[in-house]
């Protein structure tokens, strides 16, 4: 079993900055792969950005790309999500998830097996 536990969220202007935090414990070996998701009022859940954390290698969504940068430090079981920027389009819940690194589309959603609890962003125009 894999707990994460988010941090970081909280109320911005626009153009502002954020970062959130994603720290794993228990078997982490199962959540290799780390992605941040977001919800909106009234949306579906969405994906924002995604890491493996023993290779390194990166995944955004297009709307966040060149504002957001996610990042991991391994010897923590930590990841991190920047977010520059900020715009009131991105107001929502933000979900830290994991799963094993499997194949597939890095935001489909069934594959993560592990979810925080969510924390919030607020941004104001």
């Known amino acids: 079993h894999v707990q994460l536990d988010e941090s970081g969220g909280g109320s911005v202007q626009a153009g502002g900055s954020l970062r959130l935090s994603c720290a794993a414990s228990?078997?982490?070996?199962?959540?290799?792969?780390r992605a941040w998701f977001r919800q909106a009022p009234g949306k579906s859940r969405e994906g924002v950005a995604a890491?493996?954390?023993?290779?390194?290698?990166?995944f955004y969504a297009d709307g966040v790309k060149g504002r957001f940068t996610i990042s991991r430090d391994k010897d923590k079981s930590t990841v991190y999500l920047q977010m520059n920027s900020l715009m009131p389009d991105d107001t929502a819940m933000y979900y830290c998830?994991?799963?094993?690194?499997?194949?597939?589309?890095?935001?489909?959603?069934?594959?993560?097996?592990?979810w925080g609890q969510g924390t919030q962003v607020s941004v104001s125009s």
């Open positions: 998830a994991a799963r094993p690194p499997l194949g597939g589309n890095w935001d489909d959603m069934k594959w993560f097996v592990y």
């Open positions: 228990g078997d982490t070996s199962s959540a290799v792969f």
């Open positions: 890491v493996n954390i023993e290779g390194g290698n990166t």
